[in-house]
C-alpha cells in the first residue's frame, strides 16, 4: 500500500491542504494536482532546470524535493510570479530581445534570473552566467537570455 | 522517470531519528540533491525516507577553539554565506560557488555530500585537506573520525547503519588555494584541488582524481609533481589527461600556498 502524508502548504498564496504520496515530487504534485503547468519537468534529476520554483523565498529544484517535505511551507511558482507582476520587467526584457523560442526552459529561467535581479543591483556578464549556469535552454544559445538579464539588473 | 513508492518518516528528535534509521531498508534523506535524483531514475529503492532537516541543533555554524564546527544540516548556500567561514576557512568559501548551481545549493547539506563521498565532489576534499574531525552519532553515543579515516572508498565512508552524521569541525587555515577544472561552471569536476598551509607544511587534496580524496603534503613543486599516484580515467578523461591537469593546476596553486 502506497503511504499518503496530509500535507498543507501554501501555493502562490493560497492554502492548500492534500493527502500526498510520499514518493511524489513537488512539481509533479503542482502540475497533476493543483494544474499549475507551467512549471516544467525536463530531467527529473536535477540536471536542467526546467522545474525551477520558489520554497520558501529561495529558488530550489522542483523535481529534487517531495511533495511531503514542502509540507508547512510557501510555494510560489512562474504562475503566482506572473501575476503579483514581479516579474514584469523581465518578461518585457525575454519579450524585446529574443531571449525564447520554443519557450519550455523559459519558466525556470525566469525563476533562476529573478532569484539574481532581487538580490543584486549589478551583475557582471560573467555573475549572470553563473546563476543560470544551472538552467538548460536548447534553442537560444542563451547570448539573449543574458542580454535580457543585463537590461534589467545593469539597466 | 518516477520514483518507486516508499515509505517517509521526519522524526523530530535524535532519538527518533536513531529507531527510525535503524529499520531494515531506511534510508536518511537530507538534503535530497543526490538522493532524489537516484530514486526519480528508479537507481535507489529504499523502504524508508527518514527525513533528517527536522532535527533541531544540527544548523549552526560556530567557530571556537581553532576550529569552525558545522552542523551537518547546514545548506551549501549557508556555508556559502557564512563569515565565519569566509573569515577562518577561506578554502571553503572558495570552493563553495563551484558546487553545483544555485537552486541545488540551497538544499544540499554539508552532512550530506560529506555522506555520499562522491570522489569528484568538493567537500570530501576540503574535509581532508583541512584535516577536519567528522562528528557521527548513534544509539550508543558520539564518536570522532578524521576525513582521511573517514572516506574508504567509491562512495563509501565509516558510516554504519544506524549513525547520522551531525557535524564536522574544521580547524582553522588563513592559507589555501582552490582550483578545478569543469566544462561547464558547476559541474561535478574534471579534476580539482583543495590545499592549505599549516605551519608551513602544505596539504593538498585532488579530488576528481581516485576513488576518494588523495592526500599529498609536498616540499617543493616540482615533488608535489612527482608524487602525483595514476589517477583513475572516467567517462570523458584517461588517466594521462587527469595526471597531465592535476600538474597543471599544482602549478596554479603553489605560489598562493
Ligand atoms: C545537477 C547536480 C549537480 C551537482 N553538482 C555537484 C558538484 O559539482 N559538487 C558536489 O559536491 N555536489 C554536487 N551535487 C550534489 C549536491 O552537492 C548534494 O547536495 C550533495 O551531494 C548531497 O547532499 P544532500 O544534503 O542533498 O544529501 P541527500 O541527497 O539527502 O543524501 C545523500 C546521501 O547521504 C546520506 N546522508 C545525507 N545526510 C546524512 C547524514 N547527516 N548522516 C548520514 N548520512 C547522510 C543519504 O542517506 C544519501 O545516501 C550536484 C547535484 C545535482 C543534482
Ligand atoms: S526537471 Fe528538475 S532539473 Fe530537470
Ligand atoms: S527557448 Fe527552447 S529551450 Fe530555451
Known amino acids: 500500500m502506497e503511504q499518503t502524508l496530509t500535507t498543507t502548504m501554501t501555493v502562490n498564496g493560497s492554502q492548500v491542504t492534500r493527502a500526498i504520496p510520499a514518493r511524489q515530487h513537488l512539481v509533479d504534485f503542482l502540475r497533476e494536482e493543483l494544474g499549475l503547468t507551467g512549471s516544467h519537468i525536463g530531467c527529473e534529476h536535477g540536471v536542467c532546470g526546467a522545474c525551477t520554483i520558489r520554497v520558501n523565498g529561495e529558488v530550489v529544484r522542483g523535481c529534487l524535493m517531495l511533495a511531503v517535505q514542502a509540507n508547512g511551507c510557501r510555494v510560489d511558482t512562474i504562475e503566482g510570479l506572473s501575476d503579483s507582476k514581479e516579474l514584469e520587467r523581465l518578461q518585457k526584457a525575454f519579450h524585446e530581445k529574443n531571449a525564447l523560442q520554443c519557450g519550455f526552459c523559459t519558466p525556470g529561467m525566469l525563476m533562476a534570473a529573478q532569484d539574481l535581479v532581487r538580490a543584486r543591483k549589478k551583475a557582471t556578464r560573467e555573475e549572470i552566467r553563473a546563476h543560470i549556469s544551472g538552467n538548460y535552454c536548447r534553442c537560444t544559445g542563451y547570448q539573449a537570455i543574458v542580454d535580457a538579464i543585463d537590461e534589467v539588473i545593469n539597466g | ?257
Open chain 2, 1 to 257: 522517470m518516477k520514483a518507486p513508492s516508499f515509505a517517509y518518516a521526519k522524526p523530530r528528535t535524535l532519538a527518533e531519528a536513531f529507531e527510525l534509521i535503524e529499520r531494515p531498508g531506511a534510508k536518511i534523506l537530507a538534503g535530497g540533491q543526490s538522493l532524489i535524483p537516484t530514486l526519480n531514475m528508479r537507481l535507489s529503492a529504499p523502504e524508508l525516507l527518514v527525513d533528517i532537516t527536522g532535527l533541531a541543533g544540527l544548523s549552526n555554524i560556530e567557530a571556537k577553539n581553532g576550529a569552525v564546527r558545522i552542523g551537518a544540516l547546514c545548506t551549501h548556500a549557508m556555508v556559502e554565506r557564512s563569515p565565519e567561514v569566509r573569515e577562518h576557512l577561506p578554502l571553503l568559501a572558495e570552493a563553495m560557488p563551484h558546487i553545483a548551481h544555485p537552486a541545488i545549493r540551497n538544499r544540499g547539506t554539508l552532512g550530506g555530500s560529506l555522506a555520499l563521498a562522491d570522489p569528484a565532489a568538493e567537500l570530501p576534499a576540503c574535509a581532508v585537506a583541512l584535516d577536519a574531525v567528522l562528528i557521527i552519532a548513534s544509539r550508543k553515543g558520539e564518536r570522532r573520525v578524521r576525513a582521511v579515516e573517514f572516506f574508504k572508498g567509491l562512495f563509501e565512508t565509516d558510516l554504519k547503519q544506524g549513525e547520522i552524521l551531525v557535524g564536522a569541525e574544521f580547524p582553522k587555515a588563513e592559507k589555501s588555494a582552490f582550483v578545478e577544472l569543469t566544462r561547464r561552471h558547476g559541474d561535478y569536476a574534471i579534476v580539482g584541488l583543495a590545499a592549505v598551509t599549516k605551519q608551513r607544511e602544505r596539504r593538498i587534496s585532488l579530488f576528481g582524481f581516485a576513488d576518494r580524496p588523495v592526500l599529498i603534503r609536498p616540499g617543493s613543486l616540482e615533488e608535489a609533481k612527482g608524487s602525483l599516484p595514476k589517477p583513475a580515467a572516467d567517462l570523458y578523461h584517461s588517466s594521462a589527461t587527469k595526471l597531465h591537469l592535476a600538474k597543471v593546476l599544482l602549478e596554479r596553486a603553489w605560489n598562493r600556498l
